[in-house]
């Protein structure tokens, strides 16, 4: 992987690069663009198991604890981790959050599928973490996510149990208000 | 300062959300909040990131600051401004509601400049037009998606 600073932009007084991790449509573009259309193959394949409103509930919370990691921890007060060809966001940056939306999809799926109590929840969240981390170790191979200041896959875990966690919260308190309308 | 006075906003804008009258369901609002963050944040990312028209200080206080008003209190405001147009029974759109919940975010944007929580590259007259139509943009995006999300099941009565 070539990585090369493009430039310096003066921001506010600072200095900041602008870093260029590569110019072409490559491995980390058509990454994120089969993982997207595998993901939604599945997702529209699977039967319903849910209202529609919960199904296009369970579908954005994914893309929007993407967005809140990716766009706003991942930017603010440094940026953690860069995506995609370059420092800046491009097009395909914001499309891969929409790889997160079959994710979550799919984590809720399995989840209300093999009707797991709370018991075995901690196994399961560990399960989609390790899932989790897989995907984004091969995403970081393949060029699509760029750590900076000490950002690993270990500060990943710590996260992706946080935040899987909060799924299985989440289902119960969604399955609750669907019923209780 | 800046951390303490985002953190009231954001609390007002919690407690106004707590008292004001729902025309919306949990689920609604979910899905609103959801379309809310998702938008603001690519936008506040671009705005800041890729084309440089604000600078916010990679300072801890402000960057929590700069969190808080992006995750609590824009999106708050924003669907209580959705909610206002929503009709509910015989009750109609809200519509000069909605338009000063606009207008005072637009206010409020301008508070984080002066605060120099967000910091416009810009002049005055360029930073209100862009709020006025970004901030238009987000509530009229969210209108229109909260209308599809109320009217999914509606098709679809017999769905588990």
């Known amino acids: 992987m070539v990585l090369h600073k493009v430039g310096q932009e003066e921001r506010g007084g600072s200095m900041t690069n602008i870093i260029t991790y590569d110019n072409q449509f490559n491995a980390n573009e058509w990454f994120v663009i089969v993982a997207l259309f595998l993901g939604l193959f599945v997702t529209f394949k699977l039967p319903s198991r849910f209202s529609r409103k919960l199904s296009a509930l369970y579908f954005l919370c994914g893309i929007s604890f993407g967005a809140f990691f990716d766009l706003t921890l991942g930017t603010i007060p440094r940026s953690f981790y860069d995506i995609g060809d370059s420092s800046t966001y491009q097009f395909v940056d914001f499309l891969s959050l929409l790889m997160y939306g079959p994710f979550s999809y799919l984590f809720f799926y399995l989840y209300d599928f093999l009707k797991l109590n709370l018991k075995l929840s901690p196994l399961y969240i560990l399960s989609w973490t390790l899932l989790s981390l897989g995907t984004e170790w091969l995403g970081v191979q393949l060029g699509v996510f760029h750590y900076h200041y000490g950002y690993g896959l270990q500060i990943s875990f710590v996260i992706y149990l946080i935040v899987h966690s909060l799924w299985v919260l989440f289902f119960y308190l969604m399955k609750l208000a669907d019923t209780t309308g | ?160």
């Open chain 2, 1 to 160: 300062m800046q951390l303490l006075i985002c953190s009231v906003f954001a609390w007002l804008s919690i407690i106004l959300f707590a008292l004001m009258p729902k025309r919306l369901h949990l689920l609604d609002f979910i899905f609103v909040y959801s379309v809310i963050l998702v938008m603001s944040t690519i936008v506040f990312t671009v705005f800041d990131i890729n084309i440089h028209v604000v600078t916010i200080p990679r300072t801890a206080k402000i960057s929590l600051a700069t969190i808080i008003t992006r995750v609590i209190t824009i999106p708050l405001v924003l669907m209580m401004a959705v909610n206002f147009l929503q009709p509910s029974g015989a009750r109609k759109p809200r519509w000069l509601l909605t338009i000063l919940i606009w207008l005072g975010i637009t206010v409020f944007d301008w508070a984080l400049d002066f605060l120099k929580i967000i910091t416009y590259q810009k002049p005055f007259m360029w930073h209100v037009q862009s709020t006025l139509v970004t901030y238009f943009g987000f509530i009229a995006i969210a209108w229109g998606c909260t209308w599809f999300y109320t009217r999914l099941d509606k098709k679809n009565v017999g769905a588990v």
